[in-house]
């Protein structure tokens, strides 16, 4: 009960990263005019925008990277624990590249590393000057300068550059892109199919975020760092594309189904087969939690269709399409929780081991 109560408490900044906090005088609101501090919601906006996108980035990283681990088990469900517990080395893992290390592709490493259960020798980045990445080179993350080694070598890669950056990127890679890599990409100015368009891929990953001014009187702390925000339980929650709760920041929940169209794209790559799919998104996406489960024809409506595996999904047009699997979400509440839970596992479990370590120290 204890540890429960705490993981529910807003999380402590101990980054002391804000010298000014107790010195009004030098705080960065005390230089401002009265226009400018009609602008301070700007400033809560970005933070709130950084710290959704690592969150939603850090939740699908580690899914996937869950499904590849599981899926050696799936033939021996009875075993699958076991086995889980035995081998806690990482036998197929996800290979993540990061494209453009400023201010959010180091945060979304860090990320990854802290609550997505991803081991830093998996992660990749490429930079045009990785020597100032000191503290991820110590951590072993792979940092160079090379765009195209980077899509060859890599699973799913972040795209972390100004959008005027993009279609330089998009010419000098675009030859080298597998077909089975994913494009997830945080240029908000730059459409999806524009993205296509530069790639030539439609397995591109394009959150949607929106904002009024109603928002404006939400309550958000912008005065701490990304790690300490996804360490407090209540901002991770309304970070999740099917949150109930308004935020800042208001995700288009088509964000949520495209996460799954790119497990299921994922595992076909893997030659798992329709069912096998089906049964993995059930483990690993709604944590075996709810009686009701997605179907077949909730992807597949072609009832004469008799290929064991699923056709690639173009993920484009699972975003512009309406399709049965949100319908299925929105329809079944216990569907529904059971996704927001797993979502908020991913940074719980890593709060629960950093709680006991406290605990056991003490």
Known sequence: MALATRLQQPAEDKSQSDITLNLP??????????????????RKRAHALTVTSCAQATYLVAILHEARQLKSCLKNPIKRSTRILQDQSSRDPLKIGILGCGRLGSQLAHSFITYGNISPKDIKISTRRPETLEYLLNKGVDCFHDNIKLVTTSHIVFLCVLPSQVPAIADEVKPEIPQTLFLYSFAS???????????????????????????ETIEWDNTINVSSALENGRVVAITCPLRREKSVIATNPKLAELMIFVMVNMCTHLRLNKQDILEMIHIVIFNSMSDNRL???????????KDDLFPPFDLIKVLESNTAVLKRLHQYEDLYDAFISKYNQIFEDYMKIKLYSEMYKA
């Open 295 to 305: 179907e077949l024809n909730d992807f597949i409506r072609k009832s004469a269709d």
């Open 189 to 215: 100015s730059m459409s999806t199919r524009k993205l296509r368009q530069l790639f030539g891929t439609t397995n591109v990953i394009h959150p949607e975020y929106a904002w009024d001014d109603s928002m």
């Open 25 to 42: 005088s030098l705080q960065f609101e005390n230089a401002l005019g009265d226009n400018e501090r009609e602008l301070q919601y700007l």
